[in-house]
């Protein structure tokens, strides 16, 4: 038999509560969290009577028993394996508060649906089954809880009934928990033994359990004083620069910190220009001020120049402005974060390009301990510093979580694949400026009478990159051109000395051989790169490193059986018997160009011709440049 479920239709006395459960696979986050609706009278007859039918079929001979997690487990795959597996969010209320709550997934494949779960919460229920104790995924949780900033956490002890209420096991539990809560920070610890399939310590205190003198869960949540975070300062990400006419300009936004009122003075950042507030416009008139949360339009007394991603700050306590960071990260891509390759960084409504410089370490989820790493596998953390293309305006996520979190997205995929969390700018990014210079790039290139070109050749081992390159410059050097060639096996005895053939080192090597690049192409000249350059990520970082007219892609296109039938430094040969690991196109991926400048279809042609199909279009391209400058 089920206990009665009547509805409490009454106004809120305390407030929003966001919370989270989390913990360990099967410990019973989703049977929790639908007992607790149960007992708090938030199911509907309709939902209730599906209940009792879903429950009957799911678990034929149980009785009357009801499978609570099928509240929450709203998809197939979740019912039939059993598990959650995507975040489920629940509202519900009670006489006493409001309360919506996410009920995140245990597998630690799904560890970053659980960090996006935390990411808005201010409290986490975390669960632990009382016959299996701490476990390395409650952990984890419990780390990225840290981590987001959730500084109060009730455990749950669950399943007493499958160990007989025994206090003495529920303690040990209790104190180990407490333990790892205070080496992370947590200070606020409830501890509470619960059967959420029955129901014990859930909505009511149980009887079963005379040992235990606190409040139920459902009491606990009630009373519980867990304050949202709220940022000091003023500050108003522009998500939108709303102009429907010539007589109207505003910027709009959320407001995450603070509060801002008309007359008050404020700066754009990261562009410094200051102006006063002269309007909050928002959908239901204008207001004399605004507070955190609010969605506004701010007109302010003078133009200026304001864009969105721009932050919009308290002029006499602004934002920090760097482009170089230290930050805590977990990485949430099932590819290894590579350092020094280019993703694209979100925070606030800022886009830019980021690169992890370096991981300074990992961290061990079971001990904390600090571990040497060189890259960041599914669900690892890891303290590392980022570089931006361009300076943001920014806070440390401990004092405003929209101005210092942030996701990285794979630029090639579109994937979220990090979560972080900005700790501190570096000194080097306000201590380094550019120097300008009176003799540039255009008057460099002007006294060699050229336009200053890149000539990208990419393929695999043995495709006739070098040999191409080699001819191609030797008929613009004959033409009365300016040229250097960047060959990859030569740079790897200088500069690039230091680097192997890891995936984590190929990513380096481009880098490098780009940015040199780079500096020639700004010295004037026409500079050839012959290097296999396998992972179109990099080779797309290269490209936008210049102007669309300084760079051109040439594929070198010969199968893979053509290279090994060539072999000209046996690589192929020892790839084959082992004895070279992380080759390109054995072991170790070629992602072939989708679209390139130049595609040399290398089979049945020689060099010789297939050098002066890229000797043509580039005197084409450069007669052209010429042209137009």
Known sequence: MVASNQAVDVVPAKGLLRFITCGSVDDGKSSLLGRLLYDAGMLPDDQLAALVRDSRRQHAGAGDLLDF??????????????????????????????????????HEQYTRNMATGASNAELAVVLVDARKGVLTQTRRHTYICSLLGIRQVVLAVNK??????????????????????????????HC?????????????????????????????LESIDAVPFRAADFRMPVQWVNRPDHSFRGYAGTICGGRVAC????????????????????????????????AVTLCLDREIDVTR???????????????????????????????????????????????????KHKV????QARLAARHLALNEVGYCTLGLDDAIAFEAYASNRTLGGFILIDRQ???????????????????????????????????????????????????????????????????????????????????????????????ENIRRIAEVAHLMVDAGLIVLVSAISPYRSERRSARELFTQAEFMEVFVDTPLEECERRDPKGLYRRARAGTIRNFTGIDAPYERPEAP?????????RAEQLAEQVTARVLASLGGADADS
């Open 263 to 294: 007359g008050d003075e404020v700066v754009v950042q990261p562009g410094g220009q200051c102006a006063h507030v002269e309007r909050i416009v928002t959908a239901d008139g204008d207001l004399p001020s605004a507070v955190d949360g609010q």
């Open 364 to 367: 061990d989820v079971n001990s």
């Open 69 to 106: 997690s099928l509240l929450t487990d709203g998809l197939d795959a979740e019912r039939q394996q059993g598990i959650t597996i995507d975040v489920a969010y629940r509202y519900f209320h009670t006489a006493r508060r409001s309360f919506i709550v996410a009920d995140c997934p245990g």
């Open 309 to 359: 991603g721009d932050v919009i700050a308290d002029a006499l306590r602004p934002t920090a402005v760097a482009d170089q960071f230290t930050c805590h990260l977990l990485w949430m891509g099932d590819a290894a974060l590579l350092p020094n390759r280019t993703y694209l960084l979100k925070i606030g409504t800022r886009t830019v390009n980021a690169r992890v410089m370096s991981i």
């Open 192 to 220: 509470l033994p619960v059967a959420a399939l029955t129901g014990d310590n859930v909505g009511t205190r149980s009887a079963r359990m005379p040992w235990y003198a606190g409040d139920s869960l459902l009491e606990l």
């Open 597 to 605: 400048d130049i595609h040399l279809l290398a089979s049945g042609q």
């Open 413 to 507: 995929s579109n994937a979220t694949v990090a979560c972080g969390m900005l700790d501190f700018a570096l000194g080097r990014s306000t201590n380094v400026h550019w120097q300008h210079v009176d003799i540039d790039k255009a008057v460099r290139a002007a006294s060699k009478g050229q336009h200053p070109l890149c000539l990208w050749f990419t393929g695999l081992s043995g495709a006739g990159k070098s040999t191409v390159a080699n001819l191609v410059e030797r008929r613009l050097h004959a033409a009365g051109y300016h040229t250097y060639l960047l060959d990859g096996d030569n740079v790897r005895h200088g500069i690039n000395k230091d680097l192997g053939f890891t995936p984590e080192d190929r990513v």
């Open 160 to 189: 007493m009934d499958l160990i007989d209420y025994d206090q003495s096991a529920y303690a040990a539990i209790a104190a180990e928990y407490r333990e790892l809560a205070q080496s992370l920070g947590i200070v606020d610890v």
